[in-house]
């Protein structure tokens, strides 16, 4: 069995006065009922003390340029290029605030390559 590479990549993000109260909201929400919180996001915090979001693969969509997710909002990256290889799978996007602001990374199961042998003919 092929083992599965697991990928985490930063990315810049430009940060929005609605995605900012978005989170805000959310962490408010994860404190005081963490039941309230909508199903395919996790939160946590780091032992650090770090606000964790995880978003699975079900609550967001990828568009040139952006990330949408679900009931929280889009978050615009500032380079715009691929977050992903082609075919890759079991994505999730992690949101950490650290004392230097929000990070952004998207962690991912690269594809697997497959070399097949071709029969000489």
Do not use: N, Q, Y
């Amino acid at each position: 069995m092929a083992k599965v590479e697991v990928r985490e990549t930063v990315l810049s993000i430009r940060m929005t006065d609605e995605l900012l109260a978005g989170l805000d909201a959310l962490r408010t929400t994860w404190k005081t009922d963490p039941a309230k919180v909508p199903k395919g996001l996790s939160c946590s915090e780091s032992g650090a003390g770090e606000f964790v979001l995880v978003a699975a693969e079900s609550a967001f969509v990828t568009l040139p340029g952006a990330c949408v997710i679900k009931t929280l909002g889009a978050i615009e990256l500032e380079d715009g290029g691929p977050m992903f290889d082609e075919g890759a799978h079991s994505k999730s996007l992690i949101l950490r605030l650290t004392p230097e602001g929000w990070r952004f990374s998207v962690k991912f199961s690269a594809p697997v390559e497959r070399a097949r042998k071709i029969p000489p003919h």
